[in-house]
């Protein structure tokens, strides 16, 4: 299908509930869809608009890899439930973990998450709900970085090639590939969905795994887990495009309790940006980045250094994998 960008300009939500609905409607006909939904704008938009279009003819699923941020599994699954969307859980942590396991190179973690989503735990689900057809929240932003070969999103997969009926025996449909993120929130408040989650800062679609360098290990993630919920909460007054918090590979020699302890490394990243594709590192007061290390090495088991990302995408990216 060829992309054409549907500016926030030109955009008319209305118009695009209403034909999407209605390609949506066309094309699944009597048969059922799934979805996987994250809880974060793009996947939630699309979780509603099929939701509206397709009603008991969409089954939509959470899946709980165990590379979420604390607490967020539980309320994704609740906040949908309370608009009317049923939402199974389905855990998949063993599928994950076993794909990332001895991996280090980004792109090789990369496309373990993605044969994780889409052969294996799509595979199955295809399989035991009988659907043809998987909805997916692809923007046009992560088909441009990933033809451009900056960094392979783990949604893409039909511009790159892959035939995913063959490939994996059913059809991805992208309702949204035509827009770019500020038209994708628009859509979701038109939606009715509410304005704190269309206004959610983006979170990847590989996770927490995009901001683990080196092996991707239950006790990793859980450690950038924890320095993450910190970030949000200093950060939460700051009005940035993103903030985060990376679990680097290195260790490094610090001090604690009067001894020498050999300890992780945790970067914080905060960008201002519109749409991800360039960005600059926020301007935060002093105070606030020596409040993060104060409280990521208090709170955080074996953190002996922060730091904070002071350089622009590009030569940066927003993520660190
Ligand atoms: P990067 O790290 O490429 O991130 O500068 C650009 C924006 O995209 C988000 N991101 C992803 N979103 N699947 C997604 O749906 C992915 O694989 C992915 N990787 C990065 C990132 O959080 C940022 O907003």
């Known amino acids: 299908m060829k992309i054409k960008e549907i500016t926030l300009a030109k955009l008319k939500p209305a118009e695009f509930i209403r034909d999407q609905s209605a390609e949506l409607r066309a094309v699944v006909g009597e048969h059922t869809a799934i979805n996987a939904l994250s809880g974060g704008v793009d996947s939630s938009v699309v979780t509603m608009l099929a939701h509206r279009a397709l009603g008991a003819r969409l089954q939509t699923y959470f899946i709980d890899h165990g590379l979420m941020r604390a607490g967020e599994p539980e309320a994704v699954v609740k906040l949908f ?8 859980l389905v855990d998949a942590r063993r599928e994950f973990y076993g794909e990332l396991k001895g991996k280090t190179d980004p792109e090789a973690k990369r496309q373990a998450i993605t044969h994780a989503f889409y052969k294996k735990v799509f595979g199955r689900l295809v399989r035991e709900s009988g ?16 033809v451009a070969g900056i960094k392979r999103q783990h949604n893409i997969l039909t511009q790159l090639g892959i035939d995913t009926r063959k490939a994996y025996g059913y059809t ?8 770019r993120k500020p038209a994708v929130r628009r859509v979701g408040r038109a939606l009715g969905l509410p304005a704190a989650l269309c206004n959610r800062p983006p979170f990847p679609g590989p996770a927490l795994a995009a901001r683990v360098i080196g092996e991707v290990t239950p006790e990793r993630v859980e450690l950038v887990r924890q320095a993450t919920a910190v970030v949000e909460r200093v950060l939460a007054r700051v009005p940035a495009f993103q903030c985060l918090a990376i679990l680097h590979a290195d260790r490094v020699t610090g001090i604690r309790a009067g001894r020498r302890d050999f300890g992780h490394q945790i970067e914080v990243r905060c960008w201002d940006s519109q749409d991800a594709v360039t960005a600059r590192p926020t301007n935060l007061p002093y105070k606030t980045l020596v409040k993060l290390g104060e409280l990521i090495t208090r709170e955080v088991p074996g953190v002996v250094s922060v730091t904070y990302n002071i350089t622009a995408k590009p030569p940066s990216t927003i993520e660190a994998i």
């Open 81 to 88: 439930r309370k608009h009317g969307v049923p939402v199974k």
């Open 172 to 179: 991805v449909l992208e309702p949204l590939i035509n827009l």
């Open 131 to 146: 659907a043809r057809f998987l909805l997916h929240g692809t923007i046009l932003t992560d088909v441009e970085e990933t």
